[in-house]
Structures are given as structure tokens and as C-alpha cells.
Antibody
């Protein structure tokens, strides 16, 4: 069974930093791209960042480019999101999700339970 | 690619047929997924490739469409279906943008 468990969320001041982790199990982690998606309170889903299975390809939403860094340690089956210069409006639940390929088309077929990041003074 | 869902919310009764639409700002062919999210829970993949049901999803759910216009239909709404539904294009993967969501509430 695929399991994704996020951690590292919490309260941080505006301009501060936080590193999120996502521990994966139940699948061959290094074979799959992974994604971070966030959801502000009462709002919709926002794609944030993604990384290829090898870690050689990284992708970011324009809103976080230059401030967030996605990475992975395939020896530890763990995905990370380093978030710097955080803004109040980035308060959200951050989900990690596994990219799957069904009928040769991509989707996010497994999700973690999310970790809450609160940016406030 | 921008994704627009309508309506943003709807009220329906158990047993009703419900249709949600999703429009892409450019063709995504059939690179279109639907997710269901219940309050306080993570999203769950319902439909991929515009019309294929994920394993374990009840057959009352169906998806259709191609190009820019897509629909999610629930043929007979059940109590456990009250949730928010999101479309997502995966044509520009890994940058898979989401629609704004449709909240299905009890009438």
C-alpha cells in the first residue's frame, strides 16, 4: 500500500524559512516523479513544485520560483520542500503527491495527509 | 493552461443527477483528471484520462470530453458524494494546474 507522510509544518514568521518532508513507502520511490500541492484555508488546490524520479528535473510555479527548492533523497525514500522568504498568503496545507501513469497519461494517484504551514507574526 | 470549473457550488438531493463542467484555456486533448476532496482530507483521484475510473471508484461517477471541454457526472448522488471536486490538466505535466473546484452540498 502506498503511504505518503508529510511533516515539518508549523508556525513561521513572515520572511522565515521552513523545510517540509514527505516520507514515502509501498512503492519504488525512485521510479516516480513527486509533486507538492498546497491549499490555503477555504481555497482551492494550487500546484507548487515537482521533481523527476532521479531528481535531475525540478519544476516550480512562478509564485515560488527562486524561494522554494524541491529535492529528494531516494536512499531514504523522502521528498523535501525547502521554503524561504515565506509570505503570509502562503499559509496553507501542503500535500505531497505521487505521479502515476495510467493509460500512459499522468495523474496524482496518491496523496499524503498534508502538513499545515502558518505564516504569521 | 488555465482551468475553469462551473458551477463553483451546487445544492442537490440524494438521488439527483449532477454534472460539473471544466474548461481548459487551450486543448489538453484527454489529459484531464478529476479529484474528490472531503473536508479535512486529502484529495483522491476519481477519474483519469478524462473518462477512466480509478480503481475502486463507484460506477455512478463518469467523465467525458476532450480538447477544451470536460464534464464529471454523478448519475445518482449518494450521501458520501457530498464533497468538493477538482479538475486538473496534466497536458503540461509536471505543471498540472487545477480548476477552482465545485462544492457539492446537500439541498
Amino acid at each position: 500500500e502506498v503511504q505518503l507522510v508529510e511533516s515539518g509544518g508549523g508556525l513561521v514568521q513572515p520572511g522565515g524559512s521552513l523545510r517540509l518532508s514527505c516520507a514515502a513507502s509501498g512503492f519504488a520511490f525512485s521510479n516516480y516523479a513527486m509533486t507538492w500541492v498546497r491549499q490555503a484555508p477555504g481555497k482551492g488546490l494550487e500546484w507548487v513544485s515537482a521533481i523527476s524520479g532521479s531528481g535531475g528535473g525540478t519544476f516550480y510555479a512562478d509564485s515560488v520560483k527562486g524561494r522554494f527548492t524541491i529535492s529528494r533523497d531516494n536512499s531514504k525514500n523522502t521528498l523535501y520542500l525547502q521554503m524561504n522568504s515565506l509570505r503570509v498568503d502562503e499559509t496553507a496545507v501542503y500535500y505531497c503527491a505521487k505521479e502515476g501513469w495510467l493509460q500512459s497519461l499522468p495523474s496524482l494517484d496518491s496523496w499524503g495527509q498534508g502538513t499545515l504551514v502558518t505564516v504569521s507574526s | 493552461i488555465e482551468m475553469t470549473q462551473s458551477p463553483s457550488s451546487l445544492s442537490a438531493s440524494v438521488g439527483d443527477r449532477v454534472t460539473i463542467t471544466c474548461r481548459a484555456s487551450q486543448s489538453v486533448i484527454n489529459y484531464l483528471n478529476w479529484y474528490q476532496q472531503k473536508p479535512g482530507k486529502a484529495p483522491k483521484l476519481l477519474i483519469y484520462a478524462a473518462s477512466s475510473l480509478q480503481t475502486g471508484v463507484p460506477s455512478r461517477f463518469s467523465g467525458s470530453g476532450s480538447g477544451t471541454d470536460f464534464t464529471l457526472t454523478i448519475s445518482s448522488l449518494q450521501p458520501e458524494d457530498f464533497a468538493t471536486y477538482y479538475c486538473q490538466q496534466s497536458y503540461s505535466t509536471p505543471r498540472g494546474t487545477f480548476g477552482g473546484g465545485t462544492k457539492v452540498e446537500i439541498k
